[in-house]
C-alpha cells in the first residue's frame, strides 16, 4: 500500500463519523473541495504505529447507495472509481450499535465493492444503556470483517481501532451478504465485459447510477444506456427486490448477534425531554431563552478579553510610533495595516463565544430540534424542513450553508432559500453590530442582570430570521413551481457537549476568521491607506501651504494644525473623493463620505467596516492619539454641525443597512456559483441593497 494509507470514513448521517475524523486527525486537518464538485471535503492525517501516514478522509453520510442529494453521491464517486483522488484503500464503517440494522444495509452494500473494511461500533454507550446487548465477536464472525467496539464521545477504543486500521488486511475479507450476480446476471456480466469492471456490485450500480457519477465519459454513459435497453432494465423494481434481499440477510445476522433486555415500549429519556423542547408553544419560549442568554454572554463575557486584545493594540502602536523612523512605512504600517488589524482582531473574543454556543447547541443535539420545531413556521411560507438546515447555518457564514442547499431535491426550494440565507445574521456582520451598538447603546442592566446591549443585538438577530421568513414568503408567490418538497430528518438523541470538540470548533471559527478575514483586511488597509494618504499633487500642495500661513501658526498650536491638515488631506484624498462621489446617495440614510468609503469597501467582506473605520480615523488622527477606534468614532464630529457623527439615528440606520445589504463578494461568487446563472445573484443584490436603502432610510428618519 505504500507509505500512505487512505482510510474513508464512512457511515449514515449521525452515526458519529465527524466526532471520530476529529479523535483521529485532531488539529492535523485540511478542508478542500472533492473532485469536479463543489461539496465540501475533510481530510486529516494521523501516524500509525508502524510509521506510515494514515490519510483519513471524512465522507458524506448517506442511509444507502441510492442516492438523493449531490453531497450523498460523492460516496459512490469515491468509492467506485479506482482513479479517483479520494478511493480509499481502506474503508472504515462507523455503524451506530443503538440502531444497527439500519446501518448495516448501506455496510452491505459498501461491502459488495470488495474495498477492504473494518467496522467502528460506535454509541456502544447508548446501546448499553438501552438495554441493547451485541455480541461483537460473532457479529465479526458473520460479516467476515474486524469489528471493533467504541465510544468515540467517550475515547473509548480508539486504540483499538488505531491498530485494527494500522494491521488491517489488503485483501477484501468480508462476506457477501446477497448474491448481486442473481439480480440481473446478463445485464452485469454485460457491462462487467464491455467496460472492463471487476466487481458484480460496480457494474450493477453503474446501471442504476451513470448519469450521476463524474468519472464516466459520454460514450461509456451511451453503451451502458444500450444495455439497459438491450435487457430492459428497470432500476426501481431492482433496488426494492435488491433492499428486501439485504434487510433478509441482515435480520438473519442480528438474530443470533443482537439482544433487547429492556422493555421496547419505554419512553426514553430523550422522548421525555423533547415533549418540553419541542411543545408547540413552550418549545418556541425556550428557544428564544436561549437566544436571549447567548447574545447577554455575548457582551458580558467578552468585555475584560476585548479590553485587553484593546489595550495591546494601543501599546503596539504606541511603541511603533517610538522605535520606527517616521516615513510613508511608518505610517502605512502602523496607520494602514496595524490600525486595520486591530478593528477586527478585537472581536476574536466574541466570535469565539458565539461559536461555542452554537457548538453546545449542535452537539447536544438541540439543533436538530430547532430544526424539527422551524419546519412548522417554513412550511407556511411554502418551504420545506430541509430550508432551515443551511439558514441556521447562515448564523455562521452564508457560503456554506448555500453550498449546503443541494441536499433539497425541489428547485423552487432550493432557490428560495439559496435566495434569503444571505439575510440571516452571519458571524461577519457581528463585528459591525457590536462596535456600533457599544457606542450608542448604554451599558446598563435592566432587573439587574439583562444587559441593554444584548437585548438590541438580539434584536438584530431576530430580525434577520423574520425577514428571511418574510422574503421567503413573497418569493414562494413569484417563483412558479410544481413540485413538492419533503423533510425527513432524524432527531439524535440528547447528550452532554464534548468540551473539546466546543473547543476545537472555537480554535478553528477563530482561525478562520483572523486568516481569512485578515488576509482581506490587510489587503483592503493598505489599498485604503494608499488611497486615504495621497491625492491629485496640485490639491495636496495648496493644503500645505494653506496652514503654513501665520493666520493658522499663530492661531493653533502645531498638533492642531497637523490634525486640520491631516483631515483636510483625508477629505480630498483618492479615498475621500471616492467617498465624496457617493455621500449624495447615503446623505438621506444619515451617513457621511467616510461611511461611504467603509460601504464600498466592506463589499469585499463585512468585517472589513471596522477596520476600513480604524484606517480613517488613524490617518486622520496625529499621532499623540492612540485611541482605540471606537474612542475614535465617538470623538468623530460633523464639521457642519458640530454634532457627533455617530448619533442614535447614525448607528442604528447603519446596523438596520448592514443587516439587509449584500456585502458580501464570496457569497456573490457562489449564488453564481450554485445556480450557474448571473441572473440570480444580481436579483439577489438588488433586492437585499434595495431593502437595506429603504429600510435604513425609515429608520434613520424617524429616529433622527
Known amino acids: 500500500m505504500g507509505q500512505e494509507l487512505k482510510v474513508a470514513l464512512v457511515g449514515n448521517p449521525n452515526s458519529g463519523k465527524s466526532t471520530l475524523f476529529n479523535i483521529l486527525t485532531g488539529l492535523n486537518q485540511k478542508i478542500g473541495n472533492f473532485p469536479g464538485v463543489t461539496v465540501e471535503k475533510k481530510e486529516g492525517f494521523y501516524k500509525l504505529p508502524d510509521n506510515r501516514i494514515a490519510r483519513i478522509i471524512d465522507l458524506p453520510g448517506t442511509y444507502s447507495f441510492y442516492p438523493k442529494s449531490r453531497d450523498e453521491r460523492i460516496v459512490m464517486d469515491a468509492l467506485a472509481d479506482e482513479n479517483n483522488s479520494v478511493h480509499p484503500d481502506l474503508i472504515v464503517f462507523v455503524a451506530d450499535a443503538s440502531n444497527l440494522k439500519r446501518n448495516l444495509l448501506l455496510f452491505s452494500q459498501v461491502a459488495d465493492l470488495q474495498i477492504p473494511i473494518i467496522i467502528a461500533l460506535n454509541m456502544m454507550d447508548l446501546a448499553i444503556n438501552g438495554g441493547i446487548s451485541i455480541s461483537v465477536d460473532e457479529l465479526a464472525l458473520k460479516l467476515g470483517v474486524q469489528v471493533i467496539p467504541i465510544s468515540a464521545r467517550k475515547l473509548e477504543g480508539i486504540e483499538q481501532l488505531k491498530l485494527a486500521i494500522s494491521y488491517s488486511s489488503s485483501i477484501p475479507l468480508q462476506l457477501p451478504s446477497i448474491d448481486v450476480v442473481a439480480l440481473a446476471p446478463h445485464l452485469i ?169 452554537i457548538s453546545i447547541l449542535e452537539d447536544t443535539g438541540y439543533m436538530s430540534r430547532v430544526t424539527f420545531m422551524m419546519d412548522k413556521i417554513m412550511r407556511k411560507v411554502g418551504l420545506s424542513g430541509k430550508s432551515i438546515v443551511p439558514m441556521i447555518g447562515g448564523f455562521a457564514c452564508a457560503v456554506p450553508s448555500i453550498m449546503s442547499t443541494r441536499n433539497i431535491e425541489n428547485w423552487k426550494d432550493r432557490m428560495i432559500t439559496i435566495m434569503v440565507t444571505p439575510l440571516i445574521a452571519c458571524s461577519a456582520r457581528l463585528p459591525v453590530y457590536t462596535l456600533l451598538i457599544s457606542m450608542v447603546v448604554p451599558d446598563e442592566k435592566v432587573w439587574g442582570f439583562i444587559n441593554m446591549q444584548g437585548i438590541a443585538l438580539m434584536a438584530l438577530y431576530v430580525l434577520s430570521i423574520l425577514s428571511a421568513i418574510i422574503v421567503a414568503w413573497a418569493m414562494k408567490l413569484i417563483i412558479k413551481s410544481r413540485e413538492r418538497g419533503y423533510f425527513i430528518m432524524e432527531l439524535p438523541v440528547y447528550r452532554m457537549p464534548r468540551w473539546n470538540n466546543v473547543l476545537l470548533t472555537m480554535y478553528k471559527s477563530v482561525k478562520t476568521f483572523v486568516f481569512e478575514a485578515g488576509k482581506i483586511i490587510i489587503a483592503v488597509s493598505i489599498i485604503l491607506w494608499v488611497l486615504s494618504s495621497y491625492g491629485p499633487s496640485q490639491k495636496f500642495e495648496s493644503i500645505e501651504e494653506k496652514y503654513k500661513l501665520e493666520s493658522y501658526t499663530q492661531k493653533y498650536s502645531s498638533n492642531e494644525i497637523e490634525r486640520l491638515e491631516a483631515s483636510e488631506k483625508l477629505e480630498n484624498s483618492y479615498a475621500g473623493l471616492l467617498g465624496k462621489s457617493i455621500e449624495p446617495v447615503i446623505k438621506p440614510l444619515g451617513f457621511d463620505w467616510k461611511i461611504g468609503i467603509a460601504l464600498i469597501t466592506s463589499f469585499a467582506a463585512r468585517e472589513v467596516f471596522v477596520g476600513t473605520m480604524a484606517t480613517i480615523y488613524s490617518v486622520e488622527a496625529d499621532e499623540s492619539n492612540l485611541a482605540s477606534v471606537r474612542d475614535k468614532m465617538l470623538m468623530a464630529k460633523n464639521p457642519d454641525t458640530g454634532m457627533p457623527v455617530f448619533t442614535v439615528a447614525v448607528a442604528f440606520s447603519l446596523m438596520i443597512f448592514y443587516a439587509f445589504a449584500m456585502q458580501c463578494i464570496s457569497t456573490v461568487a457562489i449564488v453564481y456559483r450554485e445556480t450557474k446563472s448571473w441572473v440570480w445573484p444580481a436579483i439577489q443584490f438588488a433586492y437585499m441593497t434595495s431593502l437595506a436603502y429603504i429600510a435604513s432610510f425609515i429608520v434613520y428618519q424617524l429616529l433622527k
Do not use: C
Request: charge should be negative; charged fraction near 20%; hydrophobic fraction near 50%.
Open 189 to 357: 456480466k454485460k457491462i462487467q465485459s464491455d467496460l472492463n469492471i471487476e466487481h458484480p456490485y460496480i457494474a450493477l450500480q453503474l446501471a442504476h447510477q451513470h448519469e450521476q457519477l463524474s468519472f464516466l465519459s459520454r460514450e461509456e454513459n451511451k453503451l451502458i444506456e444500450d444495455i439497459k435497453s438491450e435487457f430492459s432494465f428497470h432500476s426501481q423494481k431492482l433496488q426494492a427486490v435488491e433492499t428486501i434481499g439485504r434487510y433478509n440477510a441482515i435480520n438473519d445476522v442480528l438474530f443470533d448477534t443482537v439482544k433487547l433486555n429492556s422493555d421496547p415500549g419505554r419512553e426514553t429519556m430523550s422522548n421525555r425531554i423533547d415533549n418540553v423542547l419541542t411543545h408547540r408553544i413552550f418549545g418556541f419560549v425556550i428557544f428564544f431563552a436561549i437566544l436571549f442568554i447567548i447574545f447577554q454572554s455575548i457582551f458580558a463575557w467578552s468585555e475584560y478579553p476585548m479590553s485587553l486584545i484593546e489595550r495591546l493594540f494601543i501599546w503596539v502602536t504606541y511603541q511603533g510610533h517610538q522605535i520606527l523612523p517616521l516615513g510613508v512605512f511608518a505610517d502605512l504600517l502602523i496607520d494602514g495595516v496595524l490600525a486595520g488589524l486591530s478593528g477586527v482582531l478585537i472581536f476574536i473574543p466574541q466570535i469565539a463565544i458565539l461559536f461555542a454556543f
